[in-house]
């Protein structure tokens, strides 16, 4: 079975830098994507790693080490949008998609 | 570009009653998810379609849900007959698939909320 596994919550100060990790066993692997969720509202996709190392998308960057099994979104100069559901999660298409257990962010003043 | 469309946005029935979603994806979307997701939790796959194909239905208790994607593009879920546990929001996202998982962005809809009393 595949099994991806985040901190359940994380508190971070505004304008600070936060880091949601991710490890995981999956079978099949082919890279780890990234969602925000907003209290009822939809995920929205934030950054995929399909290669080791760094991808950097404006205030939000992602890491993925697949030798160790494990990523981690980094969100910097937080904002109190920033408060959210943070996901990781498998890619789709062919491959079987697994959402990781989800870390609540709430940003504070 | 248009976003997955869904409906109705809520539901409430009692147990043991039916209910149907249905889920309009992007256009060209050859994949297509519905996903059961309950308060606290990271959204659960029910079942992927792959154009009119299953390609994963593990998770789907077939015993009282089914699905079906009519030509590669609509689909709809329904539970027949609802139990309390079914309480929860019902996602569905397509992705356009082009062999490529890097090319795998899902796009979700707003969601269905049900409520089973």
């Known amino acids: 079975g595949q099994s991806l596994e985040q901190p359940s919550e994380v508190t971070a100060v505004e304008g600070a830098i936060v880091q949601i990790n991710c490890t995981y066993q999956t079978s099949g692997f082919y890279g780890l994507s990234w969602y925000q969720q907003h209290d009822g509202g939809a995920p929205t996709f934030l950054s995929y790693?399909?290669?080791?190392g760094l991808e950097e998308t404006g205030r939000f960057s992602s890491f993925l080490s697949r030798s160790d099994s494990y990523g981690y979104l980094l969100l910097q100069e937080l904002q109190m949008k920033d408060s959210a559901s943070y996901f990781c999660?498998?890619?789709?298409?062919?491959?079987?998609?697994?959402f990781g257990t989800g870390t609540k962010l709430q940003v504070i003043p | 570009e248009a976003g997955v469309a869904q409906s109705p946005r809520y539901k409430i029935i009692e147990k043991r009653q039916s209910v149907a979603f249905w889920c309009n994806p992007i256009s060209g979307h050859a994949t297509l998810y519905w996903y059961q997701q309950i308060l606290g939790q990271g959204p659960k796959l029910l079942i992927q379609?792959?154009?009119?194909?299953?390609?994963?239905d593990s998770q789907l208790p077939k015993d009282r849900f089914s699905a079906e994607r009519l030509k590669g593009v609509d689909s709809t879920l329904k539970i027949q007959p609802a139990k309390l546990e079914d309480s929860a929001v019902y996602l569905c996202a397509s992705s356009l698939d082009r062999g490529d998982p890097r090319q795998e962005t899902q796009y979700f809809g707003p969601g269905t909320r049900l409520l089973v009393l």
């Open positions: 999660a498998t890619p789709g298409g062919y491959q079987k998609v697994t």
């Open positions: 379609f792959q154009n009119n194909g299953v390609v994963d």
């Open positions: 790693n399909a290669l080791d």
